[in-house]
């Protein structure tokens, strides 16, 4: 059972959690497979998950230096962005909802961290970190509320989220360069995946990869303010989502 008394993910069912823990074990793994209906099969390098500071992209290395106070590390996974700010001596809680890789980050020596969805989370935190597409776990664009309404609870006051995404048009470009959308998508960054890993299929999710503009929109609506703070090299970038003062 997890915190709040709903029962957490099925470690018989938790293919990424798997893959973690085989390859903090050996040093190796199985294919980490993202499986799609829209797109084709893709794989997670179980290495990329294990990354250090140095081979960090650009956006997470400008999200930890800009990581203070109390610090949250949502969908933590095996643990990077927690391990590194550990070592510069900096107060870090991590959460997962994948038991096996709550698991892994333990031995690997993340000092607080918990099985926790990030949706029930209590506590107040300055900065609440979302790397790797780390907004993804929203969902989709009508969920984009809730997690305002969530961050109302737990972002103490001044406090910053620093999360990334993608615009992904470029996915929907046709041969002319023209963005053609599926009209049945109502927007083109809400995905289903399911991950595998050798005979383990997790339960389906839904993920969400959101242009900046749409950010800024969506945040605008439920009182907070996006900046873009960087930007990747494939229409990646930071945002850092503070609340907007009340104008009296
Ligand atoms: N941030 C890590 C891992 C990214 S993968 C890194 O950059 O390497 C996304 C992680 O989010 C997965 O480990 C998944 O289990 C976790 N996750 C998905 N939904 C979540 C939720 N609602 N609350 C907390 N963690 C969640």
Same mark, same amino acid.
């Given at each position: 059972m997890g915190k709040n008394g709903i029962k957490g993910m099925d470690i018989k069912k938790d293919p990424m959690g798997m893959a973690i823990t085989d390859y903090h074990k050996t040093g190796n793994a199985?294919?980490?497979?993202?499986?799609?209906?829209?797109?084709?099969?893709?794989?997670i390098p179980l290495q990329t998950l294990f990354r250090k500071y140095e081979e960090m992209p650009i956006i997470e290395r400008k999200a930890l230096d800009l990581a203070k106070g109390k610090i949250l590390d949502v969908g933590?996974?095996?643990? %990077? =962005?927690?391990?590194?700010?550990?070592?510069? $001596?900096?107060? &870090?809680?991590?959460?997962d909802i994948s038991p096996l890789? *709550?698991?892994?980050m333990k031995?690997?020596?993340?000092?607080?961290?918990?099985?926790?969805?990030?949706?029930?989370?209590?506590?107040?935190?300055?900065?609440?970190?979302?790397?790797?597409?780390g907004i993804g776990i929203v969902g989709t664009l009508e969920?984009?509320?809730?997690?305002? %309404? =969530?961050l109302d609870?737990?972002?103490?006051? $001044?406090?910053? &989220?620093?999360?990334?995404?993608?615009?992904?048009?470029? *996915?929907?470009?046709?041969?002319?360069?023209?963005?053609?959308?599926?009209?049945?998508?109502?927007y083109y960054g809400e995905h289903s995946f399911r991950m595998k890993?050798?005979?383990v299929i997790g339960e389906s999710f839904e993920w969400l990869y959101i242009d900046a503009d749409t950010l800024k929109e969506k945040a605008a609506n439920n009182g907070y303010a996006v900046e873009v703070v960087a930007e990747g090299e494939h229409y990646d970038y930071l945002a850092r989502i503070t609340k907007k003062l009340e104008t009296k």
């Amino acid at each position: 059972m997890g915190k709040n008394g709903i029962k957490g993910m099925d470690i018989k069912k938790d293919p990424m959690g798997m893959a973690i823990t085989d390859y903090h074990k050996t040093g190796n793994a199985d294919r980490l497979r993202v499986l799609s209906p829209m797109f084709e099969e893709d794989e997670i390098p179980l290495q990329t998950l294990f990354r250090k500071y140095e081979e960090m992209p650009i956006i997470e290395r400008k999200a930890l230096d800009l990581a203070k106070g109390k610090i949250l590390d949502v969908g933590a996974g095996a643990g %990077c =962005h927690s391990l590194v700010l550990q070592e510069r $001596g900096i107060y &870090v809680t991590a959460i997962d909802i994948s038991p096996l890789s *709550v698991e892994t980050m333990k031995k690997r020596g993340v000092k607080k961290v918990s099985e926790q969805d990030f949706f029930t989370l209590d506590g107040r935190y300055d900065t609440i970190l979302m790397l790797m597409n780390g907004i993804g776990i929203v969902g989709t664009l009508e969920r984009l509320q809730e997690f305002f %309404c =969530h961050l109302d609870k737990i972002l103490a006051p $001044g406090g910053q &989220v620093l999360c990334d995404s993608s615009d992904i048009s470029y *996915v929907f470009e046709d041969d002319n360069g023209m963005i053609d959308i599926p009209p049945e998508m109502e927007y083109y960054g809400e995905h289903s995946f399911r991950m595998k890993y050798k005979n383990v299929i997790g339960e389906s999710f839904e993920w969400l990869y959101i242009d900046a503009d749409t950010l800024k929109e969506k945040a605008a609506n439920n009182g907070y303010a996006v900046e873009v703070v960087a930007e990747g090299e494939h229409y990646d970038y930071l945002a850092r989502i503070t609340k907007k003062l009340e104008t009296k």
